[in-house]
């Protein structure tokens, strides 16, 4: 089970942190990602990272803006979210797959999936 929490309201050009914590199973093999939907638009792809945290894959929208980490102890991935844009208004889902070894950018390919965090940014 996957609980992501951390959305809120941001003024553009603020940050945001986003935490995904997990319960049950092997966190710390699973490949974790995280994706977002904004209203009347596509499920798209944000970031991934594997479950050792050496490889990360990001969206080019947000490629040096966004960060996702995760700490294996704490069961625990994150989406540091920097000089966010209103474009970046969605809810974020978070997402883990035990059968990944590497981050894929698409939603079929994760088999777990939490309950989404509204993030609104304001302009």
């Known amino acids: 089970q996957l609980q992501a929490s951390g959305g809120g309201l941001v003024q553009a050009g603020g940050s945001l942190r986003l935490s995904c914590a997990a319960s049950?199973?092997?966190?710390?093999?699973?490949?974790v990602a995280w994706f977002r939907q904004a209203p009347g638009k596509e499920r798209e792809f944000v970031a991934a990272?594997?479950?050792?945290?050496?490889?990360?894959h990001y969206a080019d929208s947000i490629k040096g803006r966004f960060t996702i980490s995760r700490d294996n102890a704490k069961n625990t991935q994150y989406l540091q979210m920097n000089s966010l844009r209103p474009v970046d208004a969605a809810v974020y889902y978070c997402?883990?797959?035990?059968?990944?070894?590497?981050?894929?950018?698409?939603?079929?390919?994760?088999?777990?999936w939490g309950q989404g965090t509204e993030v609104t940014v304001s302009s």
């Open positions: 049950g199973g092997t966190f710390s093999r699973y490949t």
């Open positions: 997402a883990a797959s035990n059968t990944l070894i590497d981050g894929s950018s698409n939603g079929y390919d994760y088999n777990y």
């Open positions: 990272i594997n479950w050792s945290s050496t490889i990360a």
